[in-house]
DNA sequence: ATTTTTAATTACTCATGGTAGATTCGGTGG
DNA sequence: CCACCGAATCTACCATGAGTAATTAAAAAT
């Protein structure tokens, strides 16, 4: 039509090849939603690891870079997003499997048992998110995942220990160490490949449960 | 040893008079040594956060690119080397105070505070050493100041546990739960400003002493 | 049918990690 | 004494990736 003529083109040293359209084509910005670009970002880390670029993971959901940027944001918000979304299967499961627990006890190993489990599930996605980015946002970025599950935790802590009297913030410090040793521990499983599951499991369960204690109510149980 | 003479510090300048030189000048590779660049590293990354580049640090130093590279290798081993430095400087105040202790307990909270305390003190070098790197060796990055504090509590915990029959893995378990448990806290600890670190301390030392009991021995000491 | 608006692609800028090639200095043999 | 060679260093470059403009085509409006 009337774009056949080049002569008024601006930057005429940038020749595409003639087959290949700039600009608008089809697929007009449907399926770019949000929940199919980070459906795709998943698909692609799990595959291929969490040193994919979002050029990489664009292409992966089919559209160019402005599109992925438009649709979940910079860098930061995509960590953030898959981050929540992660954490949010991660609580569905381990919830349920917590639900059938018989005891305080063995709802805190089965949480553990649930997060172990679900993060080597999902290794490569929990590697990305949890890796946090350098720079100035950083130190949001690594409570990222820590603020989600925290708050969980945070909520059944306090109603835990409100019969007890203790003040409020003492919920926030102990969600933290939580989730903080259960992260390095589910880093350091994952490094290991040797160690056993159900021993870990055990152990961490031991350490969260009746911390270092001198004398535990039952003996130590680890061994 | 370290004669360092930081004053006659020299800029790389821009532009170059025609006849004069690229290549070597004077300096050669005396004050280039390894202990230098990494303490010029720590300086600038304490005083100007934890976004230093490279070329930054190395211009901190007073050398270029290739003399950091030569001296201390890629990014990787440089937050290698910081880490290990920090953790040195750390382990030793805190080791001191807990040798004060008057009983494990007591011991556990000097540990808590003294971590807390050194943390905040060295607030950018810390993240910049616990943020770790995103990429390929994201997972030794990440446990990489825990390994190093994780090995001094190793032997520590196996040493107390032994006496309980508890089996050599349990140690290391232990180790980067405890790591862990007190990482996340300091960062949480680090970006809320408000939070009382004796508060904080007891909290957490409450956590990882009689961990979720429902009945500590003396009921919630936090008050 | 022509113009305007919209939305997507291309292509760029900028910053940074890492490296190679150019360049000079200091010693050593002729 | 002079030239050359090895060693060490600086400049300049490459590669990659985040983020954003400039450009272009399709669809809506007139």
């Not at 002569?7 to 087959?19: I, L, M």
Request: charged share 25%; proline share 4%.
């Amino acid at each position: 039509m009337k774009a056949g003529n080049p002569s008024s083109k601006r930057k005429p040293q940038a020749v595409r090849p003639p087959g290949r359209p700039a600009g608008r084509t089809l697929r007009d910005g449907v399926l770019a939603d949000r929940e199919t670009l980070l459906t795709a970002a998943e698909r692609l880390i799990r595959e291929a690891g969490t040193g994919v670029s979002l050029e990489a993971i664009a292409t992966e959901a089919g559209v160019t870079k402005p599109i992925l940027y438009r649709g979940v944001g910079d860098r930061h918000a995509l960590v953030y997003a898959l981050a929540e979304r992660l954490a949010q299967r991660m609580a569905v499961e381990v919830e349920r499997d917590v639900a059938a627990a018989s005891s305080t006890e063995d709802a805190l190993r089965r949480l553990v048992a649930g997060y172990l489990q679900h993060a080597r599930a999902e290794r490569n996605l929990y590697l990305y998110v949890t890796a946090g980015v350098t720079g100035d946002g950083q130190l949001e970025q690594s409570l990222l995942l820590a603020d989600r599950t925290a708050q969980q935790f945070a909520a059944g802590i306090a109603a835990f220990r409100s019969t007890h009297g203790a003040d409020p913030e003492v919920a926030t410090v102990w969600s933290f160490g939580l989730v903080g040793a259960l992260h390095y521990v589910t880093l350091w499983w994952l490094r290991e490949e040797t160690a056993d599951q159900a021993v870990v499991t055990e152990h961490l369960t031991d350490l969260l449960w009746s911390g270092m204690k001198l004398e535990p109510a039952g003996g130590p149980k680890a061994d």
